[in-house]
């Protein structure tokens, strides 16, 4: 059984309210941040956990935040993402929903090491209700004195506000979030220069995924080097997997970064195996954007060692054989599942969220969206299956933000890893177009 | 449907909290209230944003109407035709089709009558619309219905259940700064 270190008291009841949640030593990391130590202190602190930004990218946290610029006089932001919305992920929006005090401590704590004095939490305007709850416990922190004009006789000061979205995968870029939080459409901006340096309006701002900011108070009551002993190497601490697809209990576990796959997926502790007794056939491990894998790769690396649920495990193997742990975002797929289809509905996706900045993304997701659903649907070609791979590759590095990679990434995966199935689709157009259509010959590990 | 003659015009409610939100921001950056501002004007105003309406929002953050325009266009969660008193957001991405959101779009266009990306039902009750990923995967399929989520609907039951009470629903629910809610679009016709 792994330590839980966001999500220990989540079914308490009541734990929702500031009352619950500070007899359970809520706001603690609030207290000894501001009484006992600099913002450098809490900054190095976190530097030594390894905390590496839980949104999906992974980049260390307390690098991110040293990178903060502090010209005299301007003022600085720190910006909670809570724009959850890559296909497999669902951490943020529970554990905002069940404990907004953990997030609001977090920004607390956070502001304070950054010398902050507004923060915003930009939360996708899908959760307004999660916006409710939110305020509600942002209206009770200010009440306690954890927010407001000189928290806690300190004569440090902070708001905290949170802003919905409108509906817009994008918005999960930051610079496309700062672009939304001032209140213009959601396009990436150019870097540099970078958010650190210049951000919302234009001043220094760090941007932080909801878990990341979730993760500091742990780390202020018990120490980076405490935090850094869980997990392997530089995959540090707990992490929150949304697993989702066909398992017999999809869900939020929180596991300690180094688990096995295979007991992740199987273990009656966690998802419990695969519905319906069937057989696994893929598993797309870190939220949409990254390479699926066929069963035998994410159980095992190509060296045929236990593949783990770590940065680096996962990555083994390059993209030739591995994937990422992106968001955390866990999503299995059984024998039955048609790979074609599932890839067109991604690239369906992510031609419905280009923001159309870039003409490699604007054209080239349509593009893929297109020649997917022909080959789905039983008019393809099968020089379409190589036009896919080019498509991929002409989109990658050749746009402002990353949602070119994030389309190019997994059908470039499904193709490599599963060409035999697409050329079916070719061969067998009629048979493959047929709903429910099974490929006859999914190699399927027992 | 028929363009109201009368300029629409916020509530009390909706302008206190108007004016609340408006703290949130610089004086200098009343922009940033665009799209929460723009939520508001949608649950005022039957569950959409007509012209008029965004003008009311630009007028009532100093804003020229293009600014609101582009950004109304631009996220997918402002519907700018006309809804039924119920808009059904279904989630169709990857996770929700692992767990059968085909099946339910199917199911629920069968039922009320209504297609995705068509008009309401006859009745006027319900519009549907499919939506991205609602960030729910682990309890798919989903359907949102302005704020409420109604998972797991993998059973003609759940459907139906969900069904029921929106069809019981006269005024949508109160959001935080309202006494009650607002009658729904087309209960007034």
Redesign the interface.
């Known amino acids: 059984m792994g330590r839980k270190l966001l999500t220990e008291h989540i079914n308490v009841e009541g734990i929702d309210t500031f009352e619950v949640y500070r007899k359970h030593g809520g706001y603690r990391s609030v207290e000894k941040a501001i009484k006992t130590m600099t913002p450098d202190e809490v900054v190095e602190e976190v530097k030594k956990s390894g905390l590496r930004g839980r949104g999906g990218a992974g980049f260390p946290t307390g690098m991110k935040w040293s990178f903060l610029a502090k010209p005299e006089g301007v003022p600085r932001y720190l910006v909670c993402n809570a724009d959850e919305s890559e296909p497999g992920t669902f951490k943020d929006r529970q554990l905002m929903s069940k404990l907004p005090h953990l997030l609001i401590e977090g920004m607390i704590t956070s502001s304070y090491a950054l010398g902050a004095n507004t923060s915003y939490i930009y939360i996708r305007g899908e959760l307004l209700y999660v916006l409710r709850i939110l305020e509600k416990a942002i209206a009770e922190a200010y009440a306690a004195g954890f927010l407001g004009k000189n928290i806690l006789g300190s004569g440090y000061d902070l708001d905290l506000h949170v802003h919905p979205g409108g509906g817009a995968y994008i918005c999960g870029e930051e610079t496309a979030l700062l672009e939304s939080l001032e209140g213009k459409r959601g396009n990436p901006r150019n870097k540099p220069p970078f958010p650190a340096v210049q951000g919302l309006y234009a001043r220094p701002t760090v941007v932080n995924n909801v878990e990341s900011i979730a993760a500091v108070p742990v780390i202020v009551n018990e120490g980076g080097d405490e935090y850094a002993k869980i997990g392997i190497g530089r995959s540090t601490g707990t992490k929150l997997i949304s697993a989702c697809g066909h398992l017999n209990k999809p869900g939020i576990y929180e596991i300690e970064l180094g688990l096995p796959v295979e007991e992740f997926i199987y273990s009656d502790e966690y998802c419990g195996g695969i519905w319906k007794g069937r057989n696994l056939k893929a598993v797309v491990a870190g939220g949409s954007s990254v390479p699926i894998l066929p069963t035998e790769l994410i159980l095992k690396t190509a060296a045929g060692e236990n593949r783990l649920m770590t940065y680096e495990s996962l990555s083994d193997g390059g993209f030739v054989t591995g994937t990422m742990l992106g968001s955390g975002g866990f999503i299995a797929m059984d024998e039955t599942t048609c790979i074609v289809r599932n890839t067109w509905n991604f690239s369906r996706f992510y031609h419905h969220e280009s923001c159309g900045q870039c003409s490699p993304c604007r054209e080239g997701t349509g593009w893929l969206e297109k020649v997917l659903h022909r080959l789905e649907h039983g008019h393809g070609h099968m020089e379409d299956i190589d036009l896919l791979v080019s498509v991929a590759k002409q989109i990658e590095g050749n746009t402002i933000c990353p949602l070119g990679e994030a389309a190019a990434w997994p059908v470039a995966a499904a193709v490599r890893h599963f060409r035999d199935e697409f050329e079916w689709h070719v061969t067998h157009a009629k048979q493959a177009a047929q709903p429910g259509a099974v490929y006859p010959g999914a190699a399927v590990l027992a | 449907m028929e363009t109201t003659a009368v300029k629409p015009q916020f509530s009390e409610a909706a302008q206190a909290e108007i004016k609340r939100l408006l703290t949130?921001y610089?004086d200098e950056?009343r922009?940033?209230?665009?799209?929460?501002v723009?939520?508001i004007a949608q649950a005022e105003f039957g569950g959409w944003v007509s012209p008029e309406v965004q003008d009311l929002v630009a007028e009532t953050?100093g804003?020229k109407p293009i600014?609101v325009y582009?950004?109304?266009s631009?996220?997918?969660?402002?519907n700018l035709k006309p809804v039924g008193k119920h808009v059904l957001?279904i989630c169709?991405?990857?996770?929700c089709?692992?767990?059968g959101s085909d099946e339910l779009t199917a199911h629920l266009e069968r039922i009320t009558g209504a297609k995705v990306g068509g008009p309401a039902s006859e009745d006027g009750l319900f519009t549907l619309k499919e939506?991205?990923?609602?960030?729910?995967?682990?309890?798919?399929p989903i359907v949102?219905v302005r704020?409420?989520?109604y998972e797991q609907l993998d059973t003609p039951e759940a459907v139906d259940a969900m069904l029921t009470e929106l069809r019981n629903q006269v005024h949508r629910p109160a959001l935080?700064w309202e006494e009650t809610g607002l009658p729904n679009a087309l209960a007034n016709n």
Do not use: D, I, N
């Not at chain 2, 631009?74 to 402002?78: E, G, N, Q, S």
């Not at chain 2, 169709?92 to 996770?95: E, I, L, Q, Y």
């Open positions: 949130h610089p950056r922009k940033s209230a665009l799209l929460p723009l939520h953050l804003l600014e582009e950004v109304s631009f996220y997918t969660m402002f957001e169709r991405t990857g996770p089709m692992l767990r939506v991205e990923c609602l960030a729910a995967c682990g309890f798919a949102q704020e409420k989520y935080p």
